[in-house]
Nanobody, 127 residues
């Protein structure tokens, strides 16, 4: 059974940093696009960042560019999201996702492309 498990969320103050991790089990992530999404109550889940198989292509939503960094370690089957200069509007449940449907070299960012999801980790940023 393929599973994604997020960790690293928590309660921080504005300006602080957090590093989210996603550990995959049951399947090697090496050939697949991985991403991070987030969701707040009453809102749709939104794209945060995605990384292609070797990290040569990366994309971020505009509001996190320059503050968040996505990375991956295929040997350890993990993906990370380094979040710096956190703002209250970054408060959300953060989900790790994988596009295990197709091994591809190019990046995808559309939510419907990702077919495997973690349970999410809460990030709360106080002002």
């Amino acid at each position: 059974q393929v599973q994604l498990a997020e960790s690293g969320g928590g309660l921080v103050q504005a300006g602080d940093s957090l590093r989210l991790s996603c550990a995959a089990s049951g399947r090697a992530i090496g050939s697949y696009v991985m991403g991070w999404f987030r969701q707040t109550p009453g809102k749709e889940r939104e794209f945060v960042a995605a990384i292609n198989w070797d990290g040569s292509e990366i994309d971020y939503r505009g509001s996190v560019k320059g503050r968040f960094t996505i990375s991956r370690n295929n040997g350890r089957n993990t993906v990370h999201l380094q979040m710096n200069s956190l703002k209250p509007e970054d408060t959300a449940v953060y989900y790790c996702a994988a596009d295990f449907s197709t091994a591809r070299y190019t990046l995808v960012t559309e939510m419907h492309r990702f077919n495997t999801w973690g349970q999410g980790t809460q990030v709360t940023v106080s002002s």
